[in-house]
DNA sequence: GCCGTTTTCGGCCCGACTGTTTTCAGTCG
Protein backbone atom coordinates (compact mmCIF):
# COMPACT_ATOMS: atom_id res chain seq x y z
CA UNK A 1 0.00 0.00 0.00
CA UNK A 2 1.88 3.20 -1.05
CA UNK A 3 0.94 6.60 0.06
CA UNK A 4 -0.31 7.98 -2.74
CA UNK A 5 -3.27 4.69 -2.64
CA UNK A 6 -4.20 5.73 1.02
CA UNK A 7 -3.95 9.48 0.11
CA UNK A 8 -6.23 9.14 -2.66
CA UNK A 9 -8.97 7.55 -1.01
CA UNK A 10 -9.24 10.15 1.13
CA UNK A 11 -9.86 12.56 -1.65
CA UNK A 12 -12.28 10.19 -2.82
CA UNK A 13 -14.22 10.19 0.31
CA UNK A 14 -13.93 13.97 0.51
CA UNK A 15 -15.27 14.37 -3.09
CA UNK A 16 -18.23 11.77 -1.91
CA UNK A 17 -19.09 13.57 1.26
CA UNK A 18 -19.16 16.87 -0.43
CA UNK A 19 -21.65 15.66 -2.60
CA UNK A 20 -23.66 14.63 0.50
CA UNK A 21 -23.07 18.38 1.67
CA UNK A 22 -21.31 17.96 4.69
CA UNK A 23 -19.32 20.42 6.81
CA UNK A 24 -16.58 22.01 4.25
CA UNK A 25 -14.04 21.96 7.11
CA UNK A 26 -14.36 18.34 7.69
CA UNK A 27 -13.75 17.75 3.61
CA UNK A 28 -10.78 19.82 4.35
CA UNK A 29 -9.66 17.93 7.21
CA UNK A 30 -9.45 14.84 4.64
CA UNK A 31 -7.87 16.38 1.87
CA UNK A 32 -5.13 18.33 3.89
CA UNK A 33 -4.98 14.65 5.46
CA UNK A 34 -3.95 13.41 1.64
CA UNK A 35 -1.96 15.84 0.79
CA UNK A 36 0.08 15.15 4.24
CA UNK A 37 0.43 11.69 2.74
CA UNK A 38 1.74 12.39 -0.51
CA UNK A 39 3.95 14.16 0.82
CA UNK A 40 4.99 11.83 3.26
CA UNK A 41 8.51 10.39 2.43
CA UNK A 42 8.34 7.54 4.37
CA UNK A 43 6.13 4.60 4.11
CA UNK A 44 2.45 5.21 5.69
CA UNK A 45 2.15 1.10 6.08
CA UNK A 46 4.99 1.25 7.72
CA UNK A 47 4.10 3.37 10.41
CA UNK A 48 0.50 2.67 10.91
CA UNK A 49 2.18 -1.21 11.27
CA UNK A 50 5.18 -0.18 13.78
CA UNK A 51 4.17 3.16 15.26
CA UNK A 52 0.71 3.70 14.77
CA UNK A 53 1.33 6.45 17.66
CA UNK A 54 3.66 8.67 15.17
CA UNK A 55 0.44 8.98 13.36
CA UNK A 56 -0.51 11.49 15.50
CA UNK A 57 2.30 13.52 14.85
CA UNK A 58 1.89 14.34 11.36
CA UNK A 59 -0.07 17.41 10.65
CA UNK A 60 -3.22 17.02 10.15
CA UNK A 61 -3.61 13.78 11.69
CA UNK A 62 -5.78 13.54 14.43
CA UNK A 63 -7.38 10.12 16.23
CA UNK A 64 -10.57 9.65 13.50
CA UNK A 65 -7.95 10.08 10.66
CA UNK A 66 -5.21 7.65 12.24
CA UNK A 67 -7.69 4.83 13.14
CA UNK A 68 -9.07 5.54 9.25
CA UNK A 69 -5.25 5.19 8.07
CA UNK A 70 -5.32 1.89 10.31
CA UNK A 71 -8.06 0.31 8.50
CA UNK A 72 -6.88 1.04 4.88
CA UNK A 73 -3.57 -0.16 5.49
CA UNK A 74 -5.00 -3.51 6.80
CA UNK A 75 -8.10 -4.22 5.04
CA UNK A 76 -6.85 -2.04 1.42
CA UNK A 77 -10.13 0.45 2.12
CA UNK A 78 -12.66 1.44 4.41
CA UNK A 79 -16.18 0.61 5.35
CA UNK A 80 -17.16 3.87 4.97
CA UNK A 81 -16.07 4.96 1.21
CA UNK A 82 -17.74 1.53 0.40
CA UNK A 83 -20.65 2.64 1.84
CA UNK A 84 -20.85 6.02 0.13
CA UNK A 85 -19.59 4.59 -3.16
CA UNK A 86 -23.22 2.30 -3.37
CA UNK A 87 -24.94 5.57 -2.57
CA UNK A 88 -23.43 7.53 -5.30
CA UNK A 89 -22.43 5.99 -8.53
CA UNK A 90 -18.71 7.03 -9.85
CA UNK A 91 -20.31 8.64 -12.92
CA UNK A 92 -22.10 11.43 -10.16
CA UNK A 93 -18.82 11.55 -9.17
CA UNK A 94 -17.07 11.99 -12.08
CA UNK A 95 -19.39 15.12 -12.87
CA UNK A 96 -17.25 17.04 -10.57
CA UNK A 97 -14.74 17.21 -13.48
CA UNK A 98 -16.56 19.04 -15.79
CA UNK A 99 -15.41 22.87 -15.57
CA UNK A 100 -18.17 25.04 -13.99
CA UNK A 101 -20.12 22.59 -12.18
CA UNK A 102 -19.37 22.34 -8.63
CA UNK A 103 -20.83 19.84 -5.85
CA UNK A 104 -24.23 21.80 -5.27
CA UNK A 105 -24.93 21.69 -8.57
CA UNK A 106 -24.26 17.69 -8.84
CA UNK A 107 -26.09 16.99 -5.66
CA UNK A 108 -29.14 18.19 -7.51
CA UNK A 109 -28.78 16.75 -10.36
CA UNK A 110 -28.47 13.46 -8.67
CA UNK A 111 -31.24 13.65 -5.92
CA UNK A 112 -33.71 16.02 -7.50
CA UNK A 113 -33.53 14.70 -10.95
CA UNK A 114 -32.36 11.23 -10.33
CA UNK A 115 -29.49 10.88 -13.20
CA UNK A 116 -26.99 8.25 -12.33
CA UNK A 117 -24.39 8.56 -15.24
CA UNK A 118 -23.11 10.64 -18.02
CA UNK A 119 -24.97 9.61 -20.42
CA UNK A 120 -28.27 10.36 -18.28
CA UNK A 121 -26.61 13.77 -17.98
CA UNK A 122 -26.09 14.08 -21.49
CA UNK A 123 -29.75 13.13 -21.83
CA UNK A 124 -30.81 15.52 -20.22
CA UNK A 125 -29.13 18.55 -21.49
CA UNK A 126 -30.40 17.94 -24.70
CA UNK A 127 -33.69 17.32 -24.32
CA UNK A 128 -33.79 20.57 -22.50
CA UNK A 129 -34.77 19.40 -18.83
CA UNK A 130 -31.61 20.53 -17.25
CA UNK A 131 -32.34 24.72 -18.38
CA UNK A 132 -35.96 24.52 -16.96
CA UNK A 133 -34.23 23.68 -13.08
CA UNK A 134 -34.32 26.88 -10.82
CA UNK A 135 -30.23 27.73 -10.77
CA UNK A 136 -29.94 26.42 -13.56
CA UNK A 137 -30.11 27.81 -17.38
CA UNK A 138 -29.14 27.69 -21.08
CA UNK A 139 -26.02 28.90 -20.57
CA UNK A 140 -25.58 26.08 -17.67
CA UNK A 141 -27.03 23.40 -19.98
CA UNK A 142 -24.27 24.20 -22.50
CA UNK A 143 -21.60 24.13 -20.24
CA UNK A 144 -22.84 20.63 -19.22
CA UNK A 145 -22.85 19.59 -23.17
CA UNK A 146 -19.82 21.20 -23.69
CA UNK A 147 -18.19 20.03 -20.83
CA UNK A 148 -18.83 16.51 -21.29
CA UNK A 149 -17.05 16.18 -24.23
CA UNK A 150 -13.97 17.49 -23.06
CA UNK A 151 -14.25 15.43 -20.11
CA UNK A 152 -11.80 12.44 -21.32
CA UNK A 153 -8.85 15.05 -21.09
CA UNK A 154 -9.81 17.41 -18.09
CA UNK A 155 -8.15 17.58 -15.13
CA UNK A 156 -4.70 15.69 -16.94
CA UNK A 157 -2.08 17.58 -15.77
CA UNK A 158 0.85 19.01 -18.19
CA UNK A 159 4.47 17.87 -17.77
CA UNK A 160 6.77 20.80 -16.36
CA UNK A 161 8.82 21.56 -19.48
CA UNK A 162 5.56 20.73 -22.13
CA UNK A 163 3.39 23.74 -19.92
CA UNK A 164 6.49 25.91 -19.44
CA UNK A 165 7.21 25.97 -23.23
CA UNK A 166 3.66 27.40 -24.17
CA UNK A 167 3.77 29.92 -20.99
CA UNK A 168 7.42 31.16 -21.58
CA UNK A 169 6.11 32.04 -25.54
CA UNK A 170 2.64 33.63 -24.20
CA UNK A 171 4.62 35.49 -21.83
CA UNK A 172 7.84 36.41 -24.06
CA UNK A 173 5.17 37.57 -27.11
CA UNK A 174 3.13 39.57 -24.34
CA UNK A 175 6.26 41.08 -23.14
CA UNK A 176 6.68 43.25 -26.13
CA UNK A 177 3.48 45.28 -26.12
CA UNK A 178 4.26 48.50 -24.92
CA UNK A 179 1.17 48.67 -22.33
CA UNK A 180 2.84 45.45 -20.50
CA UNK A 181 4.89 47.07 -17.38
CA UNK A 182 5.54 43.85 -15.74
CA UNK A 183 4.98 40.57 -16.69
CA UNK A 184 5.83 36.77 -14.81
CA UNK A 185 4.57 33.44 -14.98
CA UNK A 186 2.90 32.37 -11.96
CA UNK A 187 1.45 29.45 -10.60
CA UNK A 188 3.02 25.51 -9.91
CA UNK A 189 4.60 26.46 -13.06
CA UNK A 190 6.70 28.95 -11.05
CA UNK A 191 7.55 26.66 -8.52
CA UNK A 192 8.41 24.22 -11.50
CA UNK A 193 6.49 21.47 -9.65
CA UNK A 194 6.86 18.03 -11.71
CA UNK A 195 3.29 18.52 -13.15
CA UNK A 196 1.28 21.67 -13.72
CA UNK A 197 -2.82 21.57 -14.10
CA UNK A 198 -3.12 25.30 -15.57
CA UNK A 199 -0.72 28.35 -16.15
CA UNK A 200 -1.03 31.52 -14.67
CA UNK A 201 0.44 34.90 -16.42
CA UNK A 202 0.20 37.73 -14.12
CA UNK A 203 0.66 41.42 -15.13
CA UNK A 204 0.88 45.20 -14.48
CA UNK A 205 -0.11 47.28 -16.92
CA UNK A 206 -2.13 50.84 -18.44
CA UNK A 207 -4.48 48.96 -20.81
CA UNK A 208 -5.53 46.26 -19.46
CA UNK A 209 -7.89 45.73 -22.17
CA UNK A 210 -5.06 45.64 -24.61
CA UNK A 211 -3.17 43.16 -23.06
CA UNK A 212 -6.10 40.43 -23.08
CA UNK A 213 -7.43 41.28 -26.46
CA UNK A 214 -3.44 40.55 -27.64
CA UNK A 215 -3.60 37.21 -25.19
CA UNK A 216 -7.15 36.22 -26.97
CA UNK A 217 -5.62 36.75 -30.14
CA UNK A 218 -2.48 34.77 -29.37
CA UNK A 219 -1.42 31.81 -32.05
CA UNK A 220 -1.52 29.41 -28.72
CA UNK A 221 -5.51 30.18 -27.53
CA UNK A 222 -8.21 28.13 -28.79
CA UNK A 223 -11.30 30.31 -27.08
CA UNK A 224 -11.86 32.93 -24.34
CA UNK A 225 -13.36 31.19 -21.37
CA UNK A 226 -14.04 34.20 -19.36
CA UNK A 227 -13.35 37.66 -19.48
CA UNK A 228 -13.95 40.44 -16.70
CA UNK A 229 -11.96 43.83 -15.73
CA UNK A 230 -8.65 42.39 -13.73
CA UNK A 231 -8.90 38.58 -15.04
CA UNK A 232 -9.01 36.47 -17.79
CA UNK A 233 -9.38 32.71 -18.51
CA UNK A 234 -8.58 31.35 -21.96
CA UNK A 235 -7.71 27.29 -23.16
CA UNK A 236 -4.74 27.15 -25.25
CA UNK A 237 -4.98 24.64 -28.77
CA UNK A 238 -3.21 21.73 -26.43
CA UNK A 239 -6.22 21.61 -23.79
CA UNK A 240 -4.50 23.74 -21.44
CA UNK A 241 -6.09 26.54 -19.63
CA UNK A 242 -4.37 29.43 -18.56
CA UNK A 243 -5.39 32.48 -16.33
CA UNK A 244 -4.65 36.32 -17.40
CA UNK A 245 -4.31 38.44 -14.17
CA UNK A 246 -3.60 42.36 -14.38
CA UNK A 247 -2.85 44.34 -11.03
CA UNK A 248 -2.24 47.94 -10.28
CA UNK A 249 1.71 47.94 -9.73
CA UNK A 250 1.33 48.70 -6.11
CA UNK A 251 0.28 45.22 -6.11
CA UNK A 252 2.38 43.28 -7.82
CA UNK A 253 4.59 41.64 -5.72
CA UNK A 254 1.26 40.87 -3.68
CA UNK A 255 -0.47 39.25 -6.28
CA UNK A 256 2.66 37.66 -7.22
CA UNK A 257 2.41 35.64 -4.14
CA UNK A 258 -0.83 35.08 -4.16
CA UNK A 259 -0.88 33.40 -7.45
CA UNK A 260 2.45 31.62 -7.14
CA UNK A 261 0.97 29.96 -4.10
CA UNK A 262 0.97 26.73 -3.22
CA UNK A 263 -2.18 27.35 -1.59
CA UNK A 264 -1.04 25.85 1.62
CA UNK A 265 1.87 28.10 1.71
CA UNK A 266 -0.38 31.31 1.32
CA UNK A 267 -2.99 29.47 4.18
CA UNK A 268 0.37 30.18 6.06
CA UNK A 269 1.48 33.84 5.35
CA UNK A 270 -1.99 34.94 6.11
CA UNK A 271 -2.28 33.30 9.41
CA UNK A 272 0.58 35.12 9.70
CA UNK A 273 -0.19 38.39 8.91
CA UNK A 274 -3.86 38.05 11.01
CA UNK A 275 -1.49 37.15 14.01
CA UNK A 276 0.04 40.97 13.21
CA UNK A 277 -3.28 42.56 13.19
CA UNK A 278 -2.85 42.90 9.01
CA UNK A 279 -4.69 41.31 6.04
CA UNK A 280 -2.74 39.76 3.21
CA UNK A 281 -4.69 39.51 -0.08
CA UNK A 282 -3.73 39.36 -3.81
CA UNK A 283 -3.43 43.41 -3.67
CA UNK A 284 -1.42 43.91 -0.69
CA UNK A 285 -0.87 43.43 2.98
CA UNK A 286 -3.17 46.00 4.75
CA UNK A 287 -3.83 47.45 8.37
CA UNK A 288 -7.27 47.97 8.04
CA UNK A 289 -7.92 50.38 4.90
CA UNK A 290 -3.92 51.32 4.56
CA UNK A 291 -1.52 49.74 2.49
CA UNK A 292 1.27 48.59 4.51
CA UNK A 293 3.19 46.69 1.61
CA UNK A 294 2.50 44.80 -1.79
CA UNK A 295 5.14 45.99 -4.74
CA UNK A 296 7.49 43.49 -4.25
CA UNK A 297 7.46 39.81 -2.67
CA UNK A 298 10.25 40.92 -0.60
CA UNK A 299 8.44 43.55 0.88
CA UNK A 300 5.66 41.58 1.76
CA UNK A 301 7.56 38.59 3.31
CA UNK A 302 9.93 41.74 4.69
CA UNK A 303 6.69 42.91 6.35
CA UNK A 304 6.07 39.54 7.93
CA UNK A 305 8.94 39.18 9.28
CA UNK A 306 10.53 36.48 6.81
CA UNK A 307 13.57 36.56 4.00
CA UNK A 308 12.11 35.99 0.29
CA UNK A 309 11.83 32.58 0.02
CA UNK A 310 12.12 30.53 -3.55
CA UNK A 311 8.94 29.86 -5.40
CA UNK A 312 10.26 26.33 -5.49
CA UNK A 313 9.91 25.57 -2.30
CA UNK A 314 7.02 27.29 -1.36
CA UNK A 315 4.91 24.30 -0.27
CA UNK A 316 4.80 24.42 3.40
CA UNK A 317 6.95 21.76 3.68
CA UNK A 318 9.87 23.24 5.14
CA UNK A 319 10.00 26.77 4.43
CA UNK A 320 8.81 28.02 7.56
CA UNK A 321 10.87 26.56 9.54
CA UNK A 322 14.25 27.33 7.96
CA UNK A 323 13.03 31.01 7.04
CA UNK A 324 12.17 31.56 10.95
CA UNK A 325 15.74 30.24 11.77
CA UNK A 326 17.41 32.18 8.54
CA UNK A 327 18.26 28.84 7.63
CA UNK A 328 17.04 28.55 4.11
CA UNK A 329 18.98 26.57 1.97
CA UNK A 330 20.82 28.24 -1.29
CA UNK A 331 19.43 25.93 -3.93
CA UNK A 332 21.14 24.74 -6.78
CA UNK A 333 21.93 26.46 -9.85
CA UNK A 334 22.20 25.60 -13.44
CA UNK A 335 25.53 27.36 -13.68
CA UNK A 336 26.92 24.95 -10.71
CA UNK A 337 26.54 21.89 -12.56
CA UNK A 338 30.21 20.78 -13.56
CA UNK A 339 29.58 17.23 -14.85
CA UNK A 340 26.48 14.67 -16.74
CA UNK A 341 27.06 10.88 -15.82
CA UNK A 342 24.45 9.51 -18.02
CA UNK A 343 24.28 9.15 -21.21
CA UNK A 344 23.85 6.95 -24.45
CA UNK A 345 25.67 6.45 -27.79
CA UNK A 346 25.18 4.87 -31.12
CA UNK A 347 26.43 1.90 -29.39
CA UNK A 348 22.92 1.69 -27.82
CA UNK A 349 19.94 3.56 -28.25
CA UNK A 350 21.37 6.95 -28.67
CA UNK A 351 21.53 8.91 -31.77
CA UNK A 352 25.17 10.78 -31.11
CA UNK A 353 28.78 9.17 -31.12
CA UNK A 354 31.19 9.38 -28.19
CA UNK A 355 32.40 12.49 -29.55
CA UNK A 356 29.84 14.26 -30.45
CA UNK A 357 28.55 14.06 -26.85
CA UNK A 358 31.55 14.90 -25.32
CA UNK A 359 31.93 18.07 -27.76
CA UNK A 360 28.19 18.68 -27.09
CA UNK A 361 28.58 18.55 -23.04
CA UNK A 362 31.90 20.25 -23.23
CA UNK A 363 29.87 23.44 -25.21
CA UNK A 364 27.44 23.35 -22.57
CA UNK A 365 29.84 24.12 -20.18
CA UNK A 366 30.96 20.44 -18.58
CA UNK A 367 33.80 19.59 -17.33
CA UNK A 368 33.17 15.93 -17.16
CA UNK A 369 30.65 13.05 -18.89
CA UNK A 370 30.31 9.44 -18.29
CA UNK A 371 29.12 7.78 -21.32
CA UNK A 372 26.70 4.98 -20.01
CA UNK A 373 25.29 2.95 -22.75
CA UNK A 374 22.40 -0.06 -21.84
CA UNK A 375 23.56 -3.59 -20.86
CA UNK A 376 22.49 -6.71 -22.84
CA UNK A 377 18.69 -7.25 -20.88
CA UNK A 378 17.69 -3.77 -22.85
CA UNK A 379 17.36 -5.93 -26.29
CA UNK A 380 15.04 -3.37 -27.63
CA UNK A 381 17.89 -1.26 -27.04
CA UNK A 382 20.66 -3.14 -28.88
CA UNK A 383 22.43 -3.18 -25.27
CA UNK A 384 25.93 -4.12 -24.72
CA UNK A 385 27.07 -7.52 -23.89
CA UNK A 386 30.70 -7.61 -21.98
CA UNK A 387 32.33 -8.22 -24.56
CA UNK A 388 30.71 -5.27 -26.88
CA UNK A 389 31.10 -3.06 -23.58
CA UNK A 390 34.91 -3.58 -23.27
CA UNK A 391 35.50 -2.10 -27.11
CA UNK A 392 32.74 0.23 -26.46
CA UNK A 393 35.58 1.66 -23.47
CA UNK A 394 38.26 1.51 -25.77
CA UNK A 395 36.28 3.29 -28.26
CA UNK A 396 35.49 5.77 -25.01
CA UNK A 397 39.82 6.13 -24.54
CA UNK A 398 40.53 6.77 -28.23
CA UNK A 399 38.07 10.00 -28.04
CA UNK A 400 38.69 10.80 -24.87
CA UNK A 401 42.52 11.07 -26.62
CA UNK A 402 41.03 13.44 -28.89
CA UNK A 403 39.32 15.85 -27.07
CA UNK A 404 40.73 17.83 -24.33
CA UNK A 405 38.52 20.49 -21.53
CA UNK A 406 36.32 17.44 -20.79
CA UNK A 407 37.20 13.87 -18.97
CA UNK A 408 34.95 11.06 -20.18
CA UNK A 409 34.18 8.25 -17.55
CA UNK A 410 33.87 4.89 -19.30
CA UNK A 411 30.28 3.79 -17.48
CA UNK A 412 27.31 1.37 -18.12
CA UNK A 413 23.75 1.70 -17.19
CA UNK A 414 23.24 -1.90 -16.06
CA UNK A 415 19.91 -3.47 -15.31
CA UNK A 416 18.97 -4.79 -11.75
CA UNK A 417 17.29 -8.05 -13.12
CA UNK A 418 14.35 -9.76 -12.07
CA UNK A 419 15.98 -11.86 -9.89
CA UNK A 420 17.83 -9.46 -8.26
CA UNK A 421 21.31 -10.06 -9.89
CA UNK A 422 23.15 -7.71 -11.87
CA UNK A 423 23.28 -7.85 -15.98
CA UNK A 424 26.96 -8.20 -16.09
CA UNK A 425 29.24 -10.03 -13.98
CA UNK A 426 31.36 -8.33 -11.20
CA UNK A 427 34.37 -8.43 -12.55
CA UNK A 428 33.45 -6.73 -15.52
CA UNK A 429 31.42 -3.82 -13.41
CA UNK A 430 34.61 -3.40 -11.69
CA UNK A 431 36.70 -2.19 -14.87
CA UNK A 432 33.93 0.57 -14.80
CA UNK A 433 34.60 3.83 -13.94
CA UNK A 434 30.90 4.62 -12.97
CA UNK A 435 27.67 2.15 -12.92
CA UNK A 436 24.84 3.08 -12.94
CA UNK A 437 22.30 1.07 -11.51
CA UNK A 438 18.59 0.96 -12.95
CA UNK A 439 16.01 -1.07 -12.90
CA UNK A 440 13.75 -1.57 -16.42
CA UNK A 441 11.83 -4.83 -15.87
CA UNK A 442 9.70 -6.44 -13.67
CA UNK A 443 8.57 -2.92 -12.22
CA UNK A 444 4.93 -4.18 -11.08
CA UNK A 445 6.82 -6.99 -8.45
CA UNK A 446 5.57 -6.99 -5.01
CA UNK A 447 7.37 -3.92 -2.56
CA UNK A 448 9.51 -7.00 -0.91
CA UNK A 449 10.71 -8.56 -3.95
CA UNK A 450 11.88 -5.37 -5.69
CA UNK A 451 13.00 -3.30 -2.84
CA UNK A 452 15.33 -6.54 -2.10
CA UNK A 453 16.71 -6.18 -6.01
CA UNK A 454 17.37 -2.36 -5.25
CA UNK A 455 19.04 -3.45 -1.40
CA UNK A 456 21.03 -6.06 -3.71
CA UNK A 457 22.55 -3.43 -5.65
CA UNK A 458 22.98 -1.05 -3.28
CA UNK A 459 25.51 -3.48 -1.51
CA UNK A 460 27.15 -4.29 -4.62
CA UNK A 461 30.61 -2.47 -4.13
CA UNK A 462 30.96 -1.71 -8.34
CA UNK A 463 27.81 0.22 -8.27
CA UNK A 464 28.11 3.55 -8.21
CA UNK A 465 24.73 5.24 -8.25
CA UNK A 466 21.05 3.78 -8.36
CA UNK A 467 19.32 5.72 -11.68
CA UNK A 468 15.59 6.66 -11.60
CA UNK A 469 15.10 4.91 -8.79
CA UNK A 470 10.91 4.25 -8.94
CA UNK A 471 10.90 4.22 -12.87
CA UNK A 472 7.86 5.74 -12.85
CA UNK A 473 7.08 8.17 -16.04
CA UNK A 474 5.08 10.90 -15.26
CA UNK A 475 1.49 11.25 -16.20
CA UNK A 476 1.92 7.95 -17.87
CA UNK A 477 3.24 4.92 -15.34
CA UNK A 478 3.21 4.96 -11.91
CA UNK A 479 6.70 4.30 -10.19
CA UNK A 480 7.56 0.66 -8.45
CA UNK A 481 5.94 0.20 -4.96
CA UNK A 482 8.87 0.66 -3.26
CA UNK A 483 10.50 0.52 0.96
CA UNK A 484 11.92 3.78 0.21
CA UNK A 485 12.89 4.08 3.80
CA UNK A 486 15.05 1.02 3.15
CA UNK A 487 16.35 1.77 0.20
CA UNK A 488 17.63 5.15 1.09
CA UNK A 489 18.93 3.75 4.37
CA UNK A 490 20.59 0.93 2.78
CA UNK A 491 21.89 3.97 0.12
CA UNK A 492 22.95 6.06 3.10
CA UNK A 493 24.75 2.90 4.73
CA UNK A 494 26.92 2.08 1.75
CA UNK A 495 27.76 4.98 0.36
CA UNK A 496 25.90 4.66 -2.79
CA UNK A 497 24.44 7.54 -4.80
CA UNK A 498 21.16 8.90 -5.81
CA UNK A 499 19.92 10.60 -9.49
CA UNK A 500 18.01 13.12 -10.19
CA UNK A 501 17.32 12.12 -13.38
CA UNK A 502 16.45 14.80 -15.42
CA UNK A 503 14.45 13.91 -18.25
CA UNK A 504 11.29 16.17 -17.85
CA UNK A 505 9.14 12.44 -18.08
CA UNK A 506 10.98 11.11 -15.26
CA UNK A 507 12.22 13.66 -12.46
CA UNK A 508 13.16 10.63 -10.70
CA UNK A 509 13.71 10.56 -7.78
CA UNK A 510 10.98 13.18 -7.00
CA UNK A 511 11.39 15.93 -4.78
CA UNK A 512 9.52 14.38 -1.78
CA UNK A 513 12.55 11.71 -1.54
CA UNK A 514 15.75 13.78 -2.80
CA UNK A 515 14.77 15.72 0.03
CA UNK A 516 14.87 12.71 2.36
CA UNK A 517 17.80 11.43 0.32
CA UNK A 518 19.91 14.72 1.54
CA UNK A 519 18.81 14.68 4.89
CA UNK A 520 20.14 11.37 5.06
CA UNK A 521 23.38 12.44 3.50
CA UNK A 522 23.33 10.66 0.23
CA UNK A 523 25.20 12.20 -2.25
CA UNK A 524 22.58 13.25 -5.13
CA UNK A 525 23.79 13.46 -8.76
CA UNK A 526 21.79 15.22 -11.34
CA UNK A 527 22.08 13.47 -14.93
CA UNK A 528 20.19 14.38 -18.08
CA UNK A 529 19.76 9.93 -19.17
CA UNK A 530 20.39 11.93 -23.24
CA UNK A 531 19.96 9.90 -26.04
CA UNK A 532 20.67 12.90 -28.18
CA UNK A 533 22.96 15.91 -28.21
CA UNK A 534 20.05 17.80 -27.82
CA UNK A 535 18.82 15.58 -25.05
CA UNK A 536 21.79 17.10 -22.63
CA UNK A 537 19.36 20.24 -22.48
CA UNK A 538 17.07 18.94 -20.02
CA UNK A 539 19.61 19.19 -16.81
CA UNK A 540 17.14 22.58 -15.86
CA UNK A 541 14.82 20.22 -15.43
CA UNK A 542 16.38 18.13 -12.81
CA UNK A 543 17.87 21.29 -11.18
CA UNK A 544 14.46 22.52 -10.97
CA UNK A 545 13.42 18.93 -9.03
CA UNK A 546 16.90 19.17 -6.91
CA UNK A 547 15.69 22.95 -5.97
CA UNK A 548 11.86 21.74 -5.14
CA UNK A 549 13.92 19.07 -2.69
CA UNK A 550 15.89 21.85 -0.86
CA UNK A 551 19.09 20.79 -2.41
CA UNK A 552 22.30 22.70 -2.29
CA UNK A 553 25.29 23.00 -4.30
CA UNK A 554 26.95 20.80 -1.70
CA UNK A 555 24.25 18.54 -1.45
CA UNK A 556 24.76 17.80 -5.58
CA UNK A 557 27.60 15.91 -6.68
CA UNK A 558 28.33 16.81 -9.82
CA UNK A 559 28.48 20.89 -8.81
CA UNK A 560 32.02 19.60 -8.12
CA UNK A 561 34.74 20.15 -10.03
CA UNK A 562 36.12 17.33 -11.96
CA UNK A 563 39.11 16.31 -9.44
CA UNK A 564 36.87 16.68 -6.59
CA UNK A 565 34.40 14.67 -7.88
CA UNK A 566 37.40 12.09 -9.04
CA UNK A 567 37.93 11.70 -5.12
CA UNK A 568 35.02 11.73 -3.65
CA UNK A 569 34.42 8.28 -5.90
CA UNK A 570 37.66 7.10 -5.12
CA UNK A 571 36.72 7.92 -1.22
CA UNK A 572 33.36 6.20 -1.61
CA UNK A 573 34.61 3.00 -3.09
C1' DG B 1 -12.30 16.47 11.28
C1' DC B 2 -8.32 19.12 13.28
C1' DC B 3 -6.43 22.23 16.54
C1' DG B 4 -4.84 25.06 20.85
C1' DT B 5 1.11 30.63 24.56
C1' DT B 6 -6.90 33.73 23.23
C1' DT B 7 -7.03 25.34 24.33
C1' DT B 8 -11.52 21.05 24.88
C1' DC B 9 -15.24 24.82 21.94
C1' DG B 10 -15.50 27.51 18.19
C1' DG B 11 -12.95 28.73 14.98
C1' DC B 12 -11.00 27.09 10.35
C1' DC B 13 -7.89 32.28 3.95
C1' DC B 14 -9.71 35.40 0.42
C1' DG B 15 -11.55 37.45 -3.77
C1' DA B 16 -13.12 37.39 -9.05
C1' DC B 17 -16.26 35.93 -12.37
C1' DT B 18 -20.52 33.77 -14.16
C1' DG B 19 -25.16 32.78 -14.52
C1' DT B 20 -29.29 33.32 -12.90
C1' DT B 21 -30.38 36.57 -10.06
C1' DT B 22 -33.20 41.21 -8.41
C1' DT B 23 -28.99 40.82 -4.15
C1' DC B 24 -26.59 36.26 -4.58
C1' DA B 25 -25.01 31.33 -4.74
C1' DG B 26 -21.91 28.45 -6.95
C1' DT B 27 -17.53 27.66 -8.76
C1' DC B 28 -12.81 28.39 -9.20
C1' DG B 29 -8.08 29.28 -8.08
Same mark, same amino acid.
Given at each position: M???????????????L??Q??N????RA?RN??R??S??????Q?IA??NPK?LL?LP?????L?L???TIV??????????L????????????DI???????VA????ELS?H???D?KAA?????I?? *??GFG $?K? #???I???? =??? /????N?V????A?A??D???H??DT?????????A?S???RK??V?DL?I???S?QP????????N??L????LAR????????L??G???????V???S??AA????????E?N????R?S *????? $?L? #???????? =?LV /?G????EV????????I??E?R????????A?????P????L?????D????????D??A??L??????K???L?Y?A?TDH?KRVT????????????????IE?????????Q????????IL??????L??D?LS =???W?????????????KQ????LL???R???V????HL????I??R????L?YS????A?AD????????????RL?I?DI???????L??P????T??H??????????G??Q????????K?V??T???KQ?Y???KT??
Open positions: QNAEVARQFEELADLEIGAPFRLYAATLGLPDSIDRNEEGIGKDAKIEETATLPQLEEKEEIPADVVRMLPGIGPKKFLFSISLDLAENGVAE *QK $KT #EQILAGL =EHL /SQAGRRLADKQSEIIDLLKSVLQISEGCRRESGDLVTSNEVMDALEHEVKEVGETKQRVRNSLEMDLRVPEEYGLLYFTGSKHIVLRR *QERGL $KN #EYGLFREE =E /SRTEEFQTLDLPWPPIENRMEFEAEKNKLELVEEQIRGLHMHTTATGTSIEMAEGASNGQIISMANGLDATRLRAHWKEKVQSQISGIIMKGIECDEDGTMDPDV =EADVIAVLHYGLKQPQITQRNAINPHSIIGSGRLGKPGADNEVLKAHGTMMEINAHPMDDHAAKAKEGIIVINDASVRGLEVMQYVYARRAGLTKDANKTWFNLLSR
